[in-house]
C-alpha cells in the first residue's frame, strides 16, 4: 500500500491545518483534552460543528449530493488524522455518523429535505434509543412499543444506557409495532422529538463520575406516523445498517495514536518517576503501537467503501472490535503508568469546567476516569462477543 501523498493531497493537508488553526479555540482544545468519555459536551462539539458546516466539512462521510465534501479516501484520512494531532472535539457522531447514513438510505425526500440540513448544521443534537432493561446484546427481545392510532403512533416503554439523552432535541429508536414468531420482524425505526409531552429522562452516573447516560420512559408519546424511516417492520435491517456506521465509521487509529503518545510523554516525565524505565511499561506501549499500525491499516482497506456511502458490512465488526480492545489497552496502560496517583479521581464533571484547584496535574486528570469510562468499550454499540460471531458468520461462514 502505497501511504505516500502526492502534491494536490500535501496541499489539501496544509488546508486543513489552517482550518483547525483558525478555527479550533483554546476553550475547544482544553476541553477536549479534558474529556474523559466518548463525546464531547454539546456546547463544545456542536461549535466545532457549526465551523465545519460552515467550510462545507460538516459531514465526511455523506454523499456530494446531500452535503458531503466529495473527498478522496486519501483525504478523509488526512482529515481525520489531523484532527486527532490537533486535539479537536468530537461532533454529535449519533447525527452525523449514525441516523444520517439511514435517513439518506432509507428516508423519506421529506424526511431527507428536514432533518440532513439540520444535522449538517448541528441545529439538532441526536440520541440514540436502543438499548433497554433486558435488551441490551439481544436487542431484538426490545418491549418498547408502539401502537398506531390515525396518523400517529402511541409509544409506551423505556430506553436505557441513552448517551447525551440529557441534551438532545431528537431521538432515533427501534420500537416494536407487531408480534410475530420472529422478533426482528416487528420492529420500526422512529425518529422522535425529544420535547414531546409523555417523556422523561433520569441519569445514571458512570463508575468514571460522568453524567454521560440515562434512562428514558415514554408514557403515551404521539409521535406522527410520517417520522418513521422506510417500512413498517423493517427497522431491525435499519438497525442494524446503521450500528455498521457506528462501528466502522471513521478513523479511530489517530485517535488512538495521540491517547498512547500522552500516556508515553507521562511515562517519560518526572510526574511518573519516569515509569518508561520499566521494561514492563516500555514492552507494552510498543505492543499497543504495533496493534494501532495494524489497525490503521485495516482502516484504510475499508475507506473507500465509507466515502460512497455503502456500509461497511462485517469488517465494522473487526473495527470496532479492535477499537475497542486497543482503547482499553491503552487505558490500562495510562492507570498502570501514573500508579498510585491513580487513587485521586476527581468525582466533578466536566473537568475543564472545574471550580477549583485539582487533586493532580492536567496532564493525569482524565487517565483514571478514561480507564473507568473504557470498561464498557467492548460492551456498548455490540459487545465483543457479538462481533465476533458476526465475523464468524458472515466473513467465515461458521
Known amino acids: 500500500m502505497d501511504l505516500s501523498f502526492n502534491a494536490e493531497e500535501r496541499a489539501f493537508q496544509d488546508e486543513v491545518r489552517g482550518f483547525i488553526a483558525k478555527n479550533l479555540t483554546d476553550e475547544m482544545k482544553r476541553a477536549t483534552a479534558l474529556t474523559p468519555s466518548v463525546f464531547s459536551d454539546p456546547d463544545i462539539g456542536m461549535a466545532w460543528q457549526r465551523a465545519l458546516h460552515r467550510q462545507g466539512w460538516g459531514a465526511p ?10 473527498w478522496t479516501p486519501a483525504q478523509r484520512w488526512i482529515f481525520e488524522t489531523e484532527c486527532a494531532r490537533a486535539g479537536v472535539p468530537n461532533v454529535n457522531v449519533m447525527g452525523v455518523k449514525m441516523v444520517g447514513p439511514v435517513i439518506i438510505g432509507f428516508g423519506s ?5 428536514f432533518y440532513l440540513p439540520r444535522i449538517l448544521s448541528g ?7 436502543y438499548s433497554e432493561p433486558g435488551s441490551g446484546s439481544d436487542l431484538a427481545s426490545l418491549k418498547t412499543r408502539a401502537v398506531r392510532d390515525g396518523d400517529d403512533y402511541i409509544i409506551n416503554g423505556t430506553k436505557i444506557w441513552t448517551t ?3 441534551h438532545a432535541n431528537r431521538m432515533f429508536a427501534l420500537v416494536r409495532t407487531s408480534d410475530g414468531p420472529r422478533q426482528q420482524d416487528g420492529i420500526s425505526f422512529i425518529l422522535i422529538d425529544m420535547k414531546t409531552s409523555g417523556i422523561t429522562t433520569r441519569p445514571i452516573l458512570t463508575i468514571g463520575g460522568d453524567h454521560e447516560v440515562n434512562q428514558v420512559f415514554f408514557d403515551d ?3 406522527p406516523v410520517a417520522n418513521r424511516v422506510g417500512e413498517e417492520g423493517k427497522g431491525w435491517t435499519y438497525g442494524k ?3 455498521e456506521f457506528e462501528r466502522g465509521a471513521g478513523i479511530a487509529s489517530a485517535k488512538l495514536r495521540e491517547g498512547l503518545k500522552a500516556i508515553a510523554d507521562l511515562a517519560e516525565s518526572d510526574l511518573t518517576g519516569r515509569a518508561i524505565d520499566s521494561p514492563d511499561i516500555a514492552t507494552r506501549i510498543s505492543e499497543v503501537e504495533v496493534d494501532i499500525d495494524a489497525l490503521e491499516m485495516t482502516e484504510l482497506r475499508v475507506l473507500s467503501a465509507l466515502q460512497t456511502g455503502q456500509n461497511p458490512g462485517a469488517v465494522s465488526s473487526i473495527l470496532k472490535l479492535r477499537n475497542s480492545e486497543i ?10 503508568v501514573i500508579g498510585h496517583d491513580a487513587l485521586a479521581v476527581e468525582p466533578m464533571r466536566p473537568l475543564y469546567k472545574l471550580n477549583h484547584e485539582p487533586a493532580m496535574p492536567e ?14 468499550y467492548t460492551i456498548f454499540g455490540g459487545t465483543s462477543e457479538i462481533q465476533r460471531d458476526i465475523i464468524a458468520k458472515m466473513m467465515l461462514g461458521i
Open 123 to 129: 441545529e439538532d443534537y441526536w440520541c440514540q434509543g
Open 61 to 70: 462521510g455523506w454523499p456530494v449530493e446531500h452535503g458531503g465534501p466529495d
Open 327 to 336: 482503547r482499553q489497552a491503552v487505558t490500562r496502560l495510562g492507570a498502570d
Open 363 to 376: 496532564e493525569m486528570l482524565t487517565v483514571m476516569p478514561e480507564y473507568l469510562n473504557g470498561r464498557a
Open 241 to 243: 445498517y446503521l450500528l
Open 164 to 166: 447525551h439523552a440529557h
Open 109 to 113: 425526500p421529506e424526511q431527507k429535505n
Open 221 to 223: 408519546v404521539r409521535v
